[in-house]
């Protein structure tokens, strides 16, 4: 998945699950865990939408001739490989060490929980080891440590030696508290959420999600005890005891966490609040409503679905290595990785083997008018020097020359506001100011791509244009850079009668390399 798409999707479902736990603020504890914890669910399953099937590259239109309607031709530039825009380097030509480097500081961070997760489950079992009991769960733990439970398949409840001097009641609470973590399982999701956390520990809502995760499993612990018939007040007393003799637990599940401690005794003595929690059915039902979450998000696609392999792709070519740059390439979608394998055989001269990768990624971008025209045009150049297949070469065109017609029927069926007016007849041109330069993209210089990419534009009263429309485009990304470009360009208005009125005009940018 984009990196980017990614960021907003985990994004959206932390603040979902926010939204969704303040919106069961008055139902019970259990209910807004469950809450949380399909939010981590979510966000484990989040990186296996990017492995979802996709067709079609998703790069921009590539159609060779279209009207342009009644707007004149007013502006005019060239772009070469050397040209930088003022904004800086788009996405697609960020450097690959930078890549790397952002690589490396998520595994660091991520490998660094990891292992300080693992090292502590290292000494949670060693101390197991060395702490046999008579008891099939409870065991003793050193002084000072916080009740805890430890393990799933075979839990164990650790009391501190000093429990031994505790009141009865004390310690029947203690246990009832643990006992319930066992029954809901809360070890093994714990540990899961931990986890996950350490896959996203760049994000600040994951962080935020987990602090809430862990106060509401002691909520719900919390609740279970009280609805075994427990006085409330007794409860709370057991727990602000605990709580101020001994230290939290770590990487366990310990009875008296202090940063909610107030919040807890608040919820335990509170008359209204609903203990009960979520049935099977509903469960089952929010876990597959956390699993439709998902679906969605593996339609969308950025303009590339594995950026950093293009990008290593890309640099393979450029240094000839062409069986590194075949391989890297096989990592994007597969529309994609047959077009650029297909581009990679061209540049060896192995033609046969080219051919067969350029009709694989247009059969494969059939449904996808733009990712069709973007397959069709590069084979059709690469047609143009292989004299043996006219017959291929005729085909192309013919579907190229289809896909145009269809794109022609769908600009005449939009048309410009009522109040823009044609250059001419008393109207006079916007007169250009200021131009930014668009960007030569990094996969058209990577596939050799020149063309000339023709935009219609509405300039307003004010001098800012706006419905910007693609009328011929290029691909490969030259197309949105322009259309960015345009964006940015600023005008003297077009006049008529004197005063300021908005004008329909076209612009013709050519994208060439330089030899």
Not at 205 to 223: F, K, N, S
Request: glycine share 8%; net charge positive.
């Amino acid at each position: 998945m984009d990196p980017l798409l990614h960021v907003f999707a985990s994004t959206m479902l932390l603040v979902a699950a926010a939204l969704g736990s303040q919106a069961l603020r008055r139902r019970s504890a259990a209910a807004r865990h469950l809450v949380w914890l399909l939010a981590f669910w979510t966000l484990a399953l989040l990186p296996l939408a990017g492995w979802a099937p996709v067709d079609g590259v998703p790069v921009d239109w590539v159609l060779p001739e279209l009207p342009f309607g009644s707007s004149r031709l007013l502006y005019r530039t060239t772009v070469t490989a050397g040209d930088q825009a003022a904004g800086g380097l788009p996405a697609a030509m960020v450097p690959a060490s930078f890549s790397r480097l952002a690589l490396g500081v998520w595994a660091a961070g991520g490998g660094l929980m990891l292992v300080h997760l693992a090292a502590s489950l290292v000494r949670l079992g060693q101390l197991r080891r060395s702490t046999p009991g008579r008891h099939p769960i409870l065991r003793r733990a050193p002084h000072g440590t916080m009740p805890f439970t430890f393990g799933h398949f075979r839990p164990l409840i650790f009391l501190p030696a000093e429990a031994a001097a505790w009141p009865a009641a004390r310690r029947r609470h203690v246990v009832l508290h643990e006992l319930a973590h066992i029954r809901r399982h809360d070890y093994a999701a714990h540990l899961f959420a931990r986890c996950v956390l350490a896959f996203y520990w760049w994000h600040p809502l994951a962080w935020y999600a987990w602090r809430h995760l862990a106060a509401e499993r002691e909520l719900a612990a919390d609740d279970s005890v009280l609805r075994r018939g427990v006085r409330p007040s007794d409860y709370a007393e057991s727990l602000l005891c605990v709580a101020a003799a001994l230290p939290p637990a770590r990487f366990a599940l310990g009875m008296a966490r202090r940063v909610p401690l107030e919040g807890r005794l608040r919820s335990i003595l509170a008359v209204k609040t609903v203990r009960t929690a979520p049935g099977r059915l509903a469960t089952a039902a929010a876990a597959l409503a956390c699993v439709v979450a998902v679906l969605p998000i593996a339609t969308l696609r950025g303009q590339n679905q594995n950026p950093a392999a293009l990008t290593q792709g890309l640099d393979a070519l450029q240094r000839k290595e062409y069986e590194e740059a075949f391989s890297r390439f096989a990592g994007l979608d597969p529309a994609g990785a047959a077009l650029w394998q297909a581009l990679t055989r061209e540049r060896q001269g192995r033609a046969a083997e080219a051919a067969e990768r350029f009709d694989r990624a247009v059969a494969l971008a059939m449904g996808d008018d733009k990712a069709e025209s973007v397959a069709l045009r590069l084979y059709d150049r690469f047609l143009a020097a292989d004299a043996a297949r006219p017959g291929a070469r005729q085909a192309v065109q013919a579907r190229l020359a289809e896909l145009e017609a269809r794109h022609r029927a769908a600009l005449a069926r939009q048309t410009p506001g009522a109040e823009v007016r044609r250059v001419g007849g008393g109207v006079i041109a916007p007169r250009l100011l200021e131009k930014v330069q668009p960007l030569y993209s990094q996969e058209a210089r990577g596939a050799k791509l020149e063309g000339t990419v023709v935009l219609s534009v509405e300039i307003d009263a004010a001098g800012r244009p706006g419905n910007i429309r693609i009328l011929r485009g290029v691909g490969l990304g030259l197309d949105e850079n322009a259309r960015e470009a345009l964006a940015r360009w600023r005008f003297e208005p077009g006049r008529a009668e004197g005063r300021a009125v908005p004008v329909a005009a076209t612009v013709e940018v050519n994208f060439k390399l330089l030899d």
